[in-house]
């Protein structure tokens, strides 16, 4: 079973910063935080991924409390082109674990 | 670069046949897993390759089978397909180990099963 749990949906305006909740808090000291997306029809697209500091690239920023026991994936200017389902994942630091997909928030960016 | 590639993008085979699918990683990534999205079920993981030797499974009968070239290259094999086998079968790949490192998707085989 998936040790993530997310809000099944949201809504986001387009042009607006679109901010993805996530409880993890049974984690543990050496799991990373993943995010993915997968948009209608297509594979799994990688976003971010962290353990403890914060993290940003060109697609999002994550943030993740101190205690680690959740997190929040954040879209800064959210585009038609970002409606998706996105995962929140917990995985261990080891190359024999495989990513636990749950279920997903389903985001919906609306014009 | 070229992200992970699999073929063929669609399928169609009967009750009892069997079906290879192939998946050829970022170049780079030696590790290869299988995950099958079925309809109403997600995502779940079915094999993981690494260096040409299968190091992990998902709970999947043994008719899911599959191995890793030396190029690194993958193919999953379902034998006597069942009706539920009807899903899309997507292909990661990642560094060796996949420590601390993402896996990256292709966009998968849609196998449909009559």
């Known amino acids: 079973d998936a040790k993530t749990t997310q809000p099944p949906s949201m809504d986001c305006a387009e042009g607006r910063a679109a901010n993805l909740p996530c409880n993890h808090s049974t984690i543990s000291g050496n799991e990373y935080v993943y995010w993915y997306r997968q948009i209608h029809s297509q594979g799994p697209q990688y976003i971010i991924h962290g353990l403890k500091n914060n993290e940003t690239n060109e697609m999002a920023s994550l943030i993740i409390t101190e205690d680690r026991k959740s997190s929040t994936l954040i879209l800064p200017h959210a585009t038609l082109r970002d409606t998706a389902v996105y995962y929140c994942?917990?995985?261990?630091?080891?190359?024999?674990?495989?990513?636990?997909f749950g279920k997903g928030t389903r985001l919906s960016v609306i014009a | 670069e070229a992200g992970v590639t699999q073929s063929p993008t669609h399928l169609i085979k009967t009750r009892g046949q069997q079906a290879t699918l192939r998946c050829s990683p970022i170049?780079?990534?030696?590790?290869v897993y299988w995950y099958q999205q079925a309809l109403g079920l997600g995502l779940q993981f079915l094999l993981w390759y690494d260096e040409g030797e299968e190091r992990n499974r998902g709970n999947f009968p043994p008719r899911f089978s599959g191995r890793q070239f030396p190029n690194y290259s993958s193919e999953l094999n379902v034998n006597a397909l069942e009706l539920e086998d009807s899903a899309l079968y997507l292909c990661?790949?990642?560094?060796?180990?996949?420590?601390?490192?993402?896996?990256?998707f292709g966009d998968g085989t849609r196998l449909s099963i009559l």
């Open positions: 994942i917990v995985r261990v630091d080891s190359g024999n674990t495989p990513l636990v």
């Open positions: 170049s780079g990534h030696t590790s």
């Open positions: 990661a790949s990642s560094y060796r180990g996949g420590r601390g490192r993402a896996q990256h």
